[in-house]
């Protein structure tokens, strides 16, 4: 059974940083593409970054790029979420969510929520002002 949990969230001050988990249990992980996922009261759920375990390939969302950055432990089956310079509109609460991993282009989008087969319970991050 595929398991994705998500820890790390909490309150913090504009600035600040968090680092947000996604365990993995139940696939091969090296086949998988993880991706964060976050969605704000009122608002549709967006892709914030990504990233193909194979390969390393990453993907940012223009509105975290330079401030967040994916990254995995392969060994703990683990993808990591820093986020820093974190801003009011930032709040939300994060997924991850997991895909079968390809190959992909350097300039390439993580693509959409309905690729992600795969879905943790989410983490609230809450960033005052």
């Known amino acids: 059974e595929v398991q994705l949990v998500e820890s790390g969230g909490g309150l913090v001050q504009a600035g600040g940083s968090l680092r947000l988990s996604c365990a993995a249990s139940?696939?091969?992980?090296?086949?998988?593409?993880i991706g964060w996922f976050r969605q704000a009261p009122g608002k549709e759920r967006e892709g914030v970054s990504c990233?193909?375990?194979?390969?390393?390939?990453?993907y940012y969302a223009d509105s975290v790029k330079g401030r967040f950055t994916i990254s995995s432990d392969n060994a703990k089956n683990t993808v990591y979420l820093q986020m820093n310079s974190l801003k009011p509109e930032d709040t939300a609460v994060y997924y991850c969510?997991?895909?079968?991993?390809?190959?992909?282009?350097?300039?390439?989008?993580?693509?959409?929520?309905?690729?992600?087969?795969?879905w943790g319970q989410g983490t609230q991050v809450t960033v005052s002002s």
């Open positions: 990233i193909t375990i194979s390969d390393g390939w990453t």
């Open positions: 139940g696939f091969t992980f090296d086949d998988y593409a």
């Open positions: 969510a997991a895909k079968l991993g390809e190959p992909m282009p350097p300039d390439a989008t993580m693509g959409h929520r309905s690729d992600f087969g795969s």
